[in-house]
């Protein structure tokens, strides 16, 4: 009924990228198109903090950037543009800006040390990198120094020591025009970083084509939920808590963008506390929580949390990694007028994929949920055989929403995405009414808090280390986080090595979340199998975990 022709998700079929592919005939044309559409808004947009921004300020600001990378630096379509910021209101603008022109906007991970930085700016040969001082200060640190590229502080501080590099504020005029240019809907728009399982991260590259029909996905599936649960669906303007980092495709795709196409208000924070974040839920009336299942977790703990009023709130979920069924059950009982809500998605998905929430969720707790229309799912063997419902294997996609490739990789590319289908790389199983169940991860990858933490990545910095002769990096079980980072590290004979010393070099390198809390040093080969392969499923019993 929702996707029904003539209808606002009327569904089409259309040739992207060679291969035959259903779309929503009313997505925009590009991202522009989207914002000039939320142009007509003058309401409170933002609120970050004690600070509240309306529309007409973040796209008044946003056009002053674009005015400014186009005149004063040169930037012209399909330009790559980094941003080097934490959450506030200037990445918005900052975002808006680049896509608005052609560019292509390079999110960095805001936790990066200046190495990891450093690749991300050299791999996307981006041209300018708007910074805020930390990330400023961490390239400063790089050894090296920063890339050759421009840096433009965007948002400064008070300990930020520009050396002379520019604040964008200081150039911008008070009116300027967007300068225009022709967007196809398959130009780039975005590169985002995701953990590599040789060392460096990939650069997935997107679409506007796969970025728009992603939230006309997202946008969809709210209103199928509309007529299954009436309750479901908020009837005054939505206000949506922003908990998560906008270099995530969470925040940047369903949530900041989401708001755009949804009309929703953000209430942003500077960092992630779960007393103020409950503050701001009452104080605002927020209506729609979006996280990681950890921040669920953390609101539901909160020494606060019987004090506010959250009777606002008709979904708390969000993605990033499985939500325990225990949890399910705690937010449908705990908040009055909330269901919960599950998102199966991927950077290489632009977040669109299974969604599970309200009652489906409390009857199916351990599913991620059934696929919008226009996404194809299938489950295969090793060989690529098709499997039947209920037997499990790898988890396949197919859709409009689909990044179109790895920036530079084309190798990577061919070996993920064949004829319009990404391997997932997870493993799992489709009943017969359609609800996916992921059983495991085909990747060698631990999933912290929604974070990625590829274990060859840091196994490669870790033998950087002198005293390192071979090291293990795996997760081990965690209720709160999903997973914790373990590490069994065998040091070099006559060699001292203690485990704060070799946390400290790793945090030198690499952002925080990446280095292991769990660890041991032996000075005993680690075990492996015939081939010489280290058996990591044995390395948790070091530790004390079974």
């Excluded at 990891?116 to 981006?126: H, K, Q, V, Y």
Aim: charged share 20%; proline share 7%.
């Amino acid at each position: 009924m929702v996707c029904a022709p003539g209808t606002l998700f009327e569904i089409i079929e259309t040739e992207v990228g060679g291969v035959p592919t259903k779309v929503f005939a009313g997505a925009p044309p590009s991202l522009r198109t989207l914002y000039d559409l939320a142009a007509a808004r003058t309401d409170d947009y933002i609120i970050y903090e004690d600070d509240r921004w309306t529309m007409t300020e973040v796209l008044s600001l946003a056009g002053r950037i674009g005015s400014a990378l186009f005149h004063d630096h040169g930037v012209v379509k399909g330009d790559r543009v980094a941003i080097a910021m934490r959450n506030r209101p200037e990445w918005v603008a900052a975002f808006v800006a680049i896509t608005s022109i052609g560019a292509v906007a390079v999110p960095l991970n805001a936790w990066w040390q200046g190495d990891e930085m450093a690749f991300a700016l050299e791999d996307s040969g981006s041209k300018v990198v708007l910074l805020d001082g930390e990330r400023l200060r961490r390239l400063q640190a790089h050894e090296g120094g920063p890339p050759e590229i421009e840096l433009v502080l965007v948002a400064a501080d008070a300990e930020a020591d520009t050396g002379g590099i520019p604040v964008l504020g200081d150039e911008l005029v008070e009116q300027a025009t967007m300068p225009e240019v022709e967007i196809d809907p398959d130009d780039d728009v975005t590169i985002l970083y995701t953990s590599g399982t040789t060392g460096h991260p990939k650069g997935a590259v997107s679409t506007h084509r796969a970025v728009l029909n992603s939230l006309m996905g997202f946008a969809a599936r709210q209103a199928v939920n509309a007529l299954r649960e009436p309750g479901s669906v908020v009837s005054q303007t939505p206000v949506i808590m922003l908990p998560v980092p906008l270099f995530h495709v969470t925040g940047l795709i369903p949530i900041l963008l989401g708001s755009f196409v949804g009309g929703a208000r953000l209430v942003m924070t500077h960092r992630w506390d779960p007393d103020r974040a409950l503050e701001l839920i009452e104080r605002e009336g927020v209506t729609t929580f979006i996280g990681v299942p950890t921040m669920s977790w953390d609101l539901l703990e909160a020494p606060t949390f019987d004090q506010r009023d959250v009777t606002s709130l008709v979904s708390v979920g969000g993605g990033g990694s499985p939500m325990p069924p225990k949890l399910v059950e705690r937010i449908d009982r705990s908040f009055p007028n909330a269901a919960p809500g599950l998102g199966y998605g991927m950077t290489e998905t632009n977040a669109l994929g299974p969604q599970n929430s309200g009652r489906d969720f409390v009857d199916n707790p351990t599913s991620t949920g059934r696929a919008m229309p226009i996404m194809d799912l299938r489950v295969t063997d090793p060989d690529g055989r098709v499997l039947a419902p209920n037997e499990t294997g790898e988890i396949w996609f197919r859709g409009p929403n689909l990044i179109r490739g790895y920036w530079n990789q084309p190798e990577a590319t061919a070996a993920t995405i064949a004829d319009g289908w990404l391997r997932s790389g997870d493993i799992g199983r489709i009943d017969e009414t359609g609800f996916v169940y992921v059983s495991d991860r085909a990747k060698d990858m631990v999933l912290r808090g929604g974070e990625n933490v590829y274990c060859a990545e840091v196994e490669a910095v870790m033998y950087h280390h002198p005293a390192v002769y071979e090291a293990a990096v795996f997760g081990v079980p965690d209720e709160r986080l999903g997973e914790q980072v373990a590490a069994v590290v065998m040091t070099k004979p006559d060699v001292q090595l203690t485990e704060d010393e070799l946390r400290r070099f790793l945090g030198e390198h690499l952002a925080w979340f990446k280095v292991p809390t769990r660890m041991r040093m032996v000075d005993e080969p680690l075990p492996r199998n015939a081939s010489g392969k280290i058996l990591k499923r044995l390395l948790p019993t070091l530790l004390g975990q079974n």
